[in-house]
């Protein structure tokens, strides 16, 4: 299993980034992703995340109404459209790959410690004038 997260950078205040989690290694379309971020000296931390067929979404508070997940399951891509990004979005964002959404749903809605074998390497979001 493979997940590499891109599309990270650094942007203004109210600017917008959208990041993608690219997959291989597994059957994709058979597990739900999931994004999760760090922010620098804190724990990591749920954003969004998607079941299987991309019918069911989540996203924590922070960031509802500003980010939108998305997935290709033909090209084994996920997308983390980033709106109005503020300095507490500063972090590395990683994706994670589960059977389950509702187990990554209730850890992001819980803001509980996600444990996986899949993380893909992060990328750097900087939120800054």
């Known amino acids: 299993v493979q997940l590499q997260a891109s599309g990270g950078g650094v942007v203004q205040p109210g600017g917008s980034l959208t990041l993608s989690c690219a997959a291989s290694?597994?059957?994709?379309?058979?597990?739900?992703i999931g994004w999760f971020r760090q922010a620098p000296g804190k724990e990591r931390e749920g954003v969004s995340c998607?079941?299987?067929?991309?019918?069911?979404?989540f996203y924590v508070d922070p960031v509802k109404g500003r980010f939108t997940i998305s997935r290709d399951n033909a090209k084994n891509i996920v997308y983390l459209q980033m709106n109005n990004l503020k300095p507490e979005d500063t972090g590395v964002y990683y994706c994670?790959?589960?059977?389950?959404?509702?187990?990554?749903?209730?850890?992001?809605?819980?803001?509980?410690?996600?444990?996986?074998?899949?993380w893909g390497q992060g990328t750097l979001v900087t939120v800054s004038s």
């Open positions: 994670t790959a589960d059977f389950g959404f509702i187990r990554i749903k209730g850890a992001q809605q819980m803001g509980i410690t996600f444990e996986s074998d899949y």
């Open positions: 290694g597994f059957i994709f379309d058979d597990y739900a």
């Open positions: 998607i079941d299987e067929r991309g019918t069911k979404t």
